[in-house]
């Protein structure tokens, strides 16, 4: 099994910025895509960024504001949010998918607000 705890969720002003962690652990396969969701209030769950072999991808609702960076030693996941809008509220979560399975976080509230 594989546990994904994110983290660095929280309030913000427009303009701001907040960065989230995902870490893995347990029985993590070899080959893995790290993607970042978000659920806004009565909203589905988007698909914002995608990792995979150092290579990522964006929504274009975020390409230019947010990136990705991770570290492999520690296995976690960053996502760094920029300048920030009131849009980007939703509850955040990390997903990583293999062959073997797709594994889900608990997600991190993220608050944009004046």
């Known amino acids: 099994q594989v546990q994904l705890v994110e983290s660095g969720g929280g309030w913000v002003q427009p303009g701001g910025s907040l960065r989230l962690s995902c870490t893995a652990s347990g029985a993590i396969p070899s080959f893995t895509a790290l993607s970042w969701y978000r659920q806004a209030p009565g909203k589905e769950r988007e698909w914002v960024a995608v990792?995979?072999?150092?290579?990522?991808n964006y929504a274009d609702s975020v390409k230019g504001r947010f990136s990705l960076s991770s570290d492999n030693a520690k296995n976690t996941t960053f996502l760094h949010m920029n300048n920030l809008k009131f849009e980007d509220t939703a509850v955040y979560y990390c997903?990583?998918?293999?062959?073997?399975?797709?594994?889900w976080g608990q997600g991190t509230q993220v608050t944009v607000s004046s």
């Open positions: 997903n990583l998918r293999a062959l073997s399975g797709e594994w």
């Open positions: 990792m995979a072999d150092h290579l990522s």
